[in-house]
């Protein structure tokens, strides 16, 4: 059973920093996964869910482009947490952040195919 819960987000000013944790992933954790199979995901109001950050097994990172030099994914194995610590947030970084995880590799182009996601935590950057 894979239940994932996120929190940690809020409201900051452009320039700001937010720490997003995510539990729930112990029996994904446990197994090894050759491709992204956890992941932090966003949508923004009107917008597609994106891809916003993904790793593997092996701690082999991706991000979009859009978030790059600004947001660092991590995960404590021994604590099953998936972490998205972001840095010099702006507006439109505004969105709903939700993690995903499957039991096998997934695309981070097509969130569509990941099954397990949280019910999301809202972040929200003034300019």
């Known amino acids: 059973q894979v239940h994932l819960v996120e929190s940690g987000g809020g409201s900051v000013p452009a320039g700001g920093s937010l720490r997003l944790s995510c539990t729930g992933f112990?029996?994904?954790?446990?197994?090894?996964?050759?491709?992204?199979?956890m992941g932090w995901f966003r949508q923004a109001p009107g917008k597609e869910r994106e891809g916003v950050a993904a790793?593997?097994?092996?701690?082999?990172?991706t991000y979009a482009d859009s978030v790059k030099g600004r947001f660092t994914i991590s995960k404590d194995n021994a604590e099953n947490t998936l972490y998205l610590e972001m840095n010099d947030l702006k507006p439109e970084d505004t969105a709903m952040y939700y993690c995903?995880?499957?039991?096998?590799?997934?695309?981070?182009?097509?969130?569509?195919?990941?099954?397990?996601w949280g019910q999301g935590t809202q972040v929200t950057v003034s300019s």
């Open positions: 995903a995880a499957d039991f096998i590799a997934r695309s981070v182009a097509r969130p569509s195919l990941w099954n397990y």
């Open positions: 112990d029996d994904i954790s446990s197994t090894y996964c050759i491709g992204y199979c």
């Open positions: 790793i593997k097994s092996d701690d082999s990172i």
